[in-house]
Every structure is written in structure tokens, then in C-alpha cells.
């Protein structure tokens, strides 16, 4: 009987995997009644194109799965995406993978290309989900430090960094947490060693419109020879404000899309259906107005929420893109970020996320990172709370 107990156990890395702080804070959040700054939720409006003809495509009975790819109207539509904004060529039928959310791209593409022990280097501030999906797989993620509060590159520890099991980088630009938006030179940098260490590089492009003061977004993969080695990832969840639809995307050369989309299939199966719908017909009907005027409108609630910081007392790191900002809270009560973060919601009733979410080590003790993709009289009514202080 003992020896049958024995086995009745969680795996390995399991009790290593708990819930992230950013889900936490909702929890609490939603506990206080407070306002959430904690999770990218984004709850602005959505297109109206778009949410019409998901509605429609229910209507229609468009409620069964797709093809593993994704439906060819969407395929389609993210390959003139591409080819229009990022200067990609991509082949919707043999290069283009739609995904349960880009994290589903993400866990599909580690699933397919790295192997258990291999070495994947991620840039610190991180985001939790890539460094957790990578531990859940049993691969070693090396962290690599930005240097706040401008979050620059160190070339010289990116390129000490990388050791006979390296199998690959992953870039995420615009970042979350800390809304750096990698330079050309640096992009360049990171490819010339993904090309002498013959390295993949995974690419989380999420945020990619959400680019401010003038910044612009690139693709590294449309850098020379990066193409056939880059995995790209972004999605329609952050541009479309449909968060909880899960509809994401994956480019990546041929030689790699069968073996992404077989795990993905295995673990998704499928986007929904309806929501691809919907999400076609945003990337078909929508002007490009519409994606530079996101970078306009968030600028300004960018700044709305770096004042109320700065009044607070709450020193602000300006992002340069994506739609969060990591302050230096020492000045709340609390031995760690942790504390430091349910003590601002109590006294406010702001919500953010403790910065030691997003570094490895113990780093992050003095940051919470709070979120401005909120409706403008949530925001404000965010603002004057933290201002209280």
C-alpha cells in the first residue's frame, strides 16, 4: 500500500508553478472593490467591425473547429498584415499558424523546437509566462539584465551568456513589464549572435502598435538571414482590446511551422472559431488610422498615469512602448514588493504587481508595475487614488 502512495504525487516542477502574482492582485483587487492596474486586461472598447461579425459568425453557426492552422480569411489577412506594417513575407498556407493567444504560440513553439536541459536566454525585467512555460518544459532559462531605468542592453553579458547548450533567445519588444522597445542596432546585435551560435530566436511582438514618442516597432526577423531561424509571435488580444478571445499568431519558416502547429493542435486544438471571424475582419476592414492612433491614445494615458506616479511620490520609468510602467515604490510601507503592493491597495485601492514577479534572484524588491490599458475614467479615478497618497 505504501509503495502505491508513494507514487500519488505531484511531478517534479509542479509545487516550483504557482499562480502568478499578476493573477493574485486581480483576486485581491477584486476583493477591495479597487481599481485593477494589476493585469493586462485591457478593457477598452472593441472595433466594432470586429465585434460584429463574431457576433455574426455565431449566428451563421461558424462554432465548430477550424483547420489546424487557422480559417484562410485569417491567414490571409495576417499575411497583408504582415507584408503592409512589418515588411514580412510570409506564406499564410505553409508559414503562418493561428494560436489560442500568443501565449499558446509561445508554449507551442518551445514545445517543438527545445528540448529538455537546452539553455534559452530571456531578457530581465522578464514577462512570467515565457520564463514559467520554459521551467514547466524542463528547459534552463538564463536571464540577462536591462539596465533601468532606460533598460539598456549589455552586449558583452548577452554574449557571455550564451554556452555550448544555448538553443535560443527570446525578445520581447515592445516588453512587458518595462515597455523597452529594442533599437535596430540592438536587434542587430542579438542577430549576429543568433547567427554565429546558430541560435533560434523567439520573438513576443504583442505590443507592437503601442509605440510611443516617436519610437518604431521592428520585426526582427525581417533583419539578413534572421528570417528562416526567428520565431514571430504577436496577436489581435492588445490591438483589438479582446483579451479574453485568445486569438493569436506564429510566422515561422516552413521547416518549423508543421511541428509548432502539431503541438499547438495537441494542447489548443484551435483558436475559436468565431472569434477568428471577428478577428479577420478587423486586419481586413480597419484603416492603418486606426493602429497609429492607438499609439496617440495610450501616449496620453501613458502620461496620465506617469504624473499621478511622479505626485505620488512613486518615481515613474517612462515606457517607451507596450502599455505598462514599472515604478520605484521604497517609499511604501512593506519588506518586499509583495507587501509593498497589497499595502498601496489597501491605503488606495489601486492595484498593481509586485516587481519581483518579472526578475529572477530576489531583484525587483523597490518596483511594482502597474497598467494603463484601462478606460480613461477608470484611469483617472486611478490617478487621483494614487495622488491620495
Known amino acids: 500500500?505504501?509503495?502505491?502512495?508513494?507514487?500519488?504525487?505531484?511531478?517534479?516542477?509542479?509545487?516550483?508553478?504557482?499562480?502568478?502574482?499578476?493573477?493574485?492582485?486581480?483576486?485581491?483587487?477584486?476583493?477591495?472593490?479597487?481599481?485593477?492596474?494589476?493585469?493586462?486586461?485591457?478593457?477598452?472598447?472593441?472595433?466594432?467591425?470586429?465585434?460584429?461579425?463574431?457576433?455574426?459568425a455565431i449566428a451563421q453557426g461558424l462554432n465548430i473547429y477550424t483547420r489546424m492552422d487557422g480559417i484562410q480569411s485569417l491567414r490571409q489577412a495576417i499575411a497583408d498584415k504582415l507584408a503592409r506594417h512589418n515588411g514580412m513575407q510570409a506564406d499564410p498556407d505553409a508559414e503562418i499558424l493561428v494560436t489560442s493567444g500568443a501565449t499558446a504560440g509561445f508554449l507551442a513553439a518551445c514545445m517543438a523546437l527545445f528540448d529538455p536541459g537546452d539553455e534559452v536566454i530571456l531578457f530581465e525585467p522578464f514577462y512570467g509566462y515565457h520564463l514559467n512555460t520554459l521551467r514547466a518544459l524542463r528547459v534552463n532559462a538564463v536571464s540577462i539584465s536591462l539596465a533601468g531605468p532606460h533598460w539598456t542592453m549589455d552586449l558583452d553579458a548577452l554574449r557571455s551568456a550564451i554556452t555550448p547548450r544555448t538553443r535560443g533567445i527570446v525578445v520581447n519588444s515592445p516588453s512587458n513589464p518595462c515597455g523597452k522597445?529594442?533599437?535596430?542596432?540592438?536587434?542587430?546585435?542579438?542577430?549576429?549572435?543568433?547567427?554565429?551560435?546558430?541560435?533560434?530566436?523567439?520573438?513576443?511582438?504583442?505590443?507592437?502598435?503601442?509605440?510611443?514618442?516617436?519610437?518604431?516597432?521592428?520585426?526582427?526577423?525581417?533583419?539578413?538571414?534572421?528570417?528562416?531561424?526567428?520565431i514571430s509571435i504577436s496577436g489581435l488580444s492588445k490591438t483589438f482590446s479582446i483579451t479574453g478571445w485568445r486569438v493569436g499568431y506564429l510566422v515561422a519558416d516552413r521547416r518549423w511551422l508543421?511541428?509548432?502547429?502539431?503541438?499547438?493542435?495537441?494542447?489548443?486544438?484551435?483558436?475559436?472559431s468565431p472569434f477568428q471571424h471577428g478577428a479577420a475582419a478587423g486586419l481586413i476592414e480597419l484603416p492603418d488610422s486606426f493602429y497609429s492612433?492607438?499609439?496617440?491614445?495610450?501616449?496620453?494615458?501613458?502620461?496620465?498615469?506617469?504624473?499621478?506616479?511622479?505626485?505620488?511620490?512613486?518615481?515613474?520609468?517612462?515606457?517607451?512602448?507596450?502599455?505598462?510602467?514599472?515604478?520605484?515604490?521604497?517609499k511604501l510601507p512593506g519588506a518586499t514588493s509583495r507587501e509593498k503592493a497589497r499595502t498601496l491597495l489597501r491605503n488606495t485601492g489601486v492595484a498593481g504587481v509586485a516587481g519581483t514577479a518579472f526578475f529572477a534572484g530576489g531583484r525587483g524588491e523597490s518596483l511594482i508595475r502597474f497598467c494603463f490599458a484601462k478606460r480613461d475614467e477608470d484611469l483617472q479615478r486611478a490617478c487621483e487614488l494614487l495622488r491620495g497618497l
Open 1 to 56: 500500500m505504501r509503495a502505491v502512495a508513494e507514487k500519488l504525487r505531484l511531478s517534479e516542477i509542479a509545487p516550483g508553478l504557482v499562480q502568478s502574482e499578476i493573477r493574485a492582485m486581480t483576486v485581491a483587487c477584486d476583493l477591495a472593490g479597487g481599481v485593477n492596474l494589476a493585469q493586462g486586461v485591457c478593457d477598452t472598447e472593441v472595433p466594432a467591425p470586429v465585434a460584429a461579425r463574431a457576433v455574426e
Open 293 to 330: 492612433s492607438l499609439s496617440v491614445e495610450y501616449q496620453a494615458k501613458r502620461d496620465m498615469l506617469c504624473g499621478a506616479l511622479a505626485d505620488a511620490g512613486l518615481t515613474p520609468s517612462t515606457p517607451q512602448g507596450a502599455y505598462y510602467v514599472l515604478a520605484d515604490v521604497t
Open 181 to 230: 522597445v529594442f533599437s535596430r542596432a540592438e536587434l542587430e546585435a542579438i542577430a549576429q549572435l543568433a547567427l554565429e551560435n546558430d541560435l533560434f530566436i523567439v520573438t513576443d511582438e504583442i505590443y507592437e502598435y503601442f509605440v510611443f514618442d516617436g519610437t518604431r516597432h521592428i520585426s526582427l526577423a525581417t533583419l539578413p538571414g534572421m528570417a528562416e531561424r526567428t
Open 258 to 272: 508543421g511541428a509548432i502547429s502539431y503541438f499547438h493542435d495537441l494542447v489548443y486544438v484551435c483558436a475559436p
